[in-house]
């Protein structure tokens, strides 16, 4: 009687730790109901705070559930110069390179210059990552913001503009 309580003990165990096992977050695109769930509804940058536009939001999970989130913002109250290059919010819990250059994990304004580049900056608003941007002609619906897988990284879309998103 003791062995079979003990092989059952041992078969439900080992059922419970392959069910917890098969429920580890596997790398993806977030979903439009995760990212209600975790986008910020305002957005603190250079001593102002800014409403996000959550349905301009997109952003990935990793294996190891780390996240990258970006943001379309209102920054209507903020100066000419800051929102030629603040168009966004952008958080990333990883090392992640963007367009070849590295981002550490935090918090980070975005935008997409007239000049041709992405441009990520610190809440104190000074430059911390700049690289050209590209564009998708062939792109046939543009949306304001969204994110697509591109092999082992993702691509972040403003309009046609893009960079490449990688975890480092």
Known sequence: ?????????????FALWNSVSAQETKKHLLSGDELNKVVP???FFRGQKA???VRNSAGFQLANGKMFLAALVDS???SSAVQQKYQGMLIT????????????PGQ??????????FVATSVASDDV?????????????AVPLKMIEDGDGYKLYAGKKFVVVKVE
């Open 41 to 43: 509804a305002e957005y």
């Open 51 to 53: 409403p996000v536009q």
């Open 108 to 117: 980070y304004g975005f935008g997409f210059t007239a000049e041709g580049k």
């Open 1 to 13: 009687m003791e062995v079979s309580r003990l092989a059952i003990f041992g078969l439900l165990t």
């Open 76 to 78: 209507a109250g903020y």
């Open 93 to 104: 819990e990883a090392k992640i390179n963007i367009g070849g250059s590295e981002l550490a």
């Open 129 to 141: 990552l700049s690289v050209p941007f590209q564009t998708d002609s062939e792109l046939k619906r």
